[in-house]
């Protein structure tokens, strides 16, 4: 160990482990992410080799994938051995793709995070029961596309459409022009066979505005892409150059009625459209991914903070005092103002993080029970804090690579490609300048019903200030 | 309403978050003044909407600044009752920091609209430098709390036992371009251009 280190640790004032065992949320909890930590790094060997730096684009997306295999195998493994339940999967997958296992990205991240969870939230029973085991085992691999190339966060301006054919059962997916092609979803290029997209629903000739269907876009045996479709990768980014970003058109393409997703909206035999009880509902899945933004924040930002501190106490640069030895660069205090705000950004917000987790959970109960009240506030709060902590932690990284001087500009440092990471998440799920926007109608139609309303929790000191 | 709202403002956390209450809360009631008054003077709620966005998002990120600190500082108030002294003295320290951090970063929003003098802005950043004066002696032993194995970082800069520049050499070494002492560039280009062949 590094003798700088050691006295760092040696006068430290706390018990570290009592404040780990507290991040962790109790020892419990730190047993299971130390299991699942030994776990997936079990097979640490196999996953070293040539730095993905030095790979084209397309090894890199092969190493991606036998890395990701491998990985997503040993998930596999713990769900055999009940360590694993949908509850908290979010934990297992979050922990695996913060790791630095994958270390940018992964193809089959999509599949957990938003393929999954859609199906629970928006798949009636019996699809869940069609869907959910295969998924769950990745026998099959899903995708999420809703963005297209010419339409981002505002998601009523979708092109695709999904008209029903009652005479065939049939809905027909098409790309009515070039900007309809979907576009980003991860592992959509030459990962998945399966993908939930979004489009207009069309039927009796009326549009319904956008639902979700599942779609197979590749045959599960060959892996050919499936006629009426043109897919591939969107090609190489500022980062998650491993995550095959992907883009899909249709032509066309024809998918049985029991594909839409059918938990709140239905479209019948006949093709009668019954409303859904509540045009919100589907904000659930946003607000999760949301959240699992948020915690995924708080573990890149934790890396580099860690990565920088410990940098600075074993730097030593210049002399404070004339005649003395070089200092630690930890005992300039703009060096402390780079680096202790992050430490406490990264507490700030994984508490705010695992409290928005649990208003989630509260709201979703009572979804489940019909009462939307809380549901405008949540969305609000998911949006905002999606926001804000990716926009801080994005400033936090680049604040602890310049921390770590021309060293932390190293790829081997690790700090480009989590900047890389979480740069990307400003603008994935809902640009962030988009998201504040929709916080800030919240925001207003609250303040204009300060006097006749009963204010939720998140806006009630609006009234008392 | 700020007026008197705030008179402990600058020296508890509590203040600073109540001062930045006052702000989100002003800053979205000014939203609605400005988008009032233009669709008053004939402008559509939509075109108003538009031009006053960059007001409403600042409002809503002073809104969401107040959910994480208020959250950060209730939720420290209720963990430090079940840990020990020498961490809850840490936990409030961070949040001060974390809420004191912010108020001088927001310093025109909070001069704007509460009414902190000049005095309490000098107190502020004094208190800012106390205290990451006493968070410095367990700077490494917060990051070591995240407990992030050297395996989940992969850093050369950030590994447990800090052998910094040993790793740095040895992630040097496998540049592919160190495979070989001469590469064949030196003798199809650089070779002939020192030598003017070129």
């Given amino acids: ?465 | 309403a700020a007026d008197g709202f705030c008179d402990s403002w600058s020296n508890t956390t509590d203040g600073i978050i109540r001062g930045f209450q006052v702000v989100a809360m002003r800053k979205i009631g000014q939203c609605v003044t400005v988008m009032t008054n233009r669709v008053n003077r004939g402008m559509s709620f939509e075109d108003a909407w538009n031009m006053t966005s960059v007001q409403l998002v600042a409002a809503a990120e002073a809104h969401c600044r107040v959910i994480i600190m208020s959250t950060f500082l209730e939720e420290v108030q209720e963990m430090s009752r079940t840990v020990s002294p020498q961490l809850k003295d840490v936990l409030y320290q961070l949040v001060e920091l974390y809420c004191v951090y912010w108020a001088l970063e927001k310093l025109s929003d909070l001069l704007l609209y509460t009414p902190i003098s000049q005095k309490e802005v000098e107190l502020l950043r004094l208190w800012y430098e106390e205290t990451l004066t006493k968070l410095r002696p367990n700077a490494v032993g917060l990051v070591d709390a995240f407990d992030l194995r050297d395996e989940m970082l992969q850093s050369t800069l950030g590994s447990y036992d800090g052998r910094v520049y040993e790793r740095l050499m040895e992630e040097a070494m496998k540049s592919p371009l160190n495979a070989e002492p001469v590469n064949h560039t030196f003798h199809k280009y650089l070779k002939p251009f020192m030598q003017g062949k070129l």
């Avoid at chain 1, 299971?32 to 040539?50: A, I, P, Q, T």
Wanted: with cysteine; net charge positive.
């Fill in chain 1, 1 to 465: 160990i590094n003798q700088d280190l050691q006295r760092e640790r040696d006068k430290c004032t706390f018990n570290i482990q009592e404040l780990t065992t507290l991040i962790d949320g109790g020892p419990e909890k730190t047993r299971e992410r130390k299991d699942r930590e030994n776990v997936m790094l079990s097979k640490r060997e196999v996953f070293d080799g040539v730095p993905e730096e030095y790979l084209s684009h397309k090894e890199r997306y092969e190493n991606a994938i036998r890395n990701s295999v491998i990985a997503f195998s040993l998930v596999r493994k713990m769900q055999e051995e009940g360590k694993t339940s949908i509850s908290n999967y979010r934990d297992v997958v979050g922990g695996l793709l913060g790791s630095s296992v994958l270390r940018d990205g992964s193809p089959l991240g999509l599949h957990y995070i938003m393929f999954m969870p859609a199906i629970l939230n928006q798949g009636n029973e019996e699809q869940q029961e069609k869907w959910l085991p295969r998924a769950w085992n990745c026998s099959i691999i899903g995708s999420y596309a809703q963005t297209e190339l010419g339409h981002g966060t505002f998601i009523r301006g979708l092109e695709t459409t999904a008209t029903y054919d009652a005479a065939a059962k049939q809905f027909v997916l098409h790309s009515p022009t070039l900007t309809a092609y979907k576009w980003w979803p991860g592992g959509l290029g030459q990962t998945a066979n399966y993908c939930i997209v979004v489009a207009q629903l069309y039927t009796k000739g009326q549009c319904h505005g956008i639902h979700s269907f599942i779609i197979q876009v590749r045959d599960e045996e060959t892996h050919m892409p499936l006629p009426g479709l043109k897919i591939g990768e969107i090609g190489a980014k500022l980062g998650l150059n491993a995550v095959n970003n992907g883009f899909l058109g249709f032509d066309n393409f024809r998918i049985p009625r029991t594909n839409m997703l059918m938990k709140h909206a239905q479209v019948l035999e006949d093709g009668t459209y019954v409303k859904s009880r509540h045009s919100k509902l589907n904000y659930g899945a946003m607000v999760f991914v949301r959240v699992v933004i948020v915690f995924d924040m708080v573990n890149y930002l934790s890396k580099a903070v860690t990565i920088a501190i410990r940098f600075s106490a074993v730097r030593r640069q210049c002399q404070l005092k004339a005649g003395e030895a070089e200092c630690q660069i930890l005992d300039y205090v703009t060096q402390q103002h780079k680096l202790l705000v992050c430490v406490a950004a990264a507490h700030a917000f994984r508490i705010t993080a695992n409290k928005l987790w649990v208003t989630f959970n509260e709201v979703n109960e009572q979804l489940v029970e019909g009462n939307m009240q809380r549901l405008p506030e949540l969305h609000a709060l998911a949006c905002c804090l999606k926001a804000v902590t990716t926009a801080d932690t994005a400033a936090c990284v680049e604040r602890c690579r310049l921390a770590c001087g021309g060293h932390g500009y190293m790829m081997s440092s690790s700090l480009p490609l989590t900047y890389g990471l979480v740069t990307a998440a400003c603008t994935y799920e809902g640009e962030n300048t988009v998201l504040l926007l929709q916080t800030a109608r919240f925001l207003v139609k609250t303040y204009q019903q300060l006097d006749s309303k009963t204010l939720t929790p998140t806006v009630a000191y609006l009234k008392s200030a």
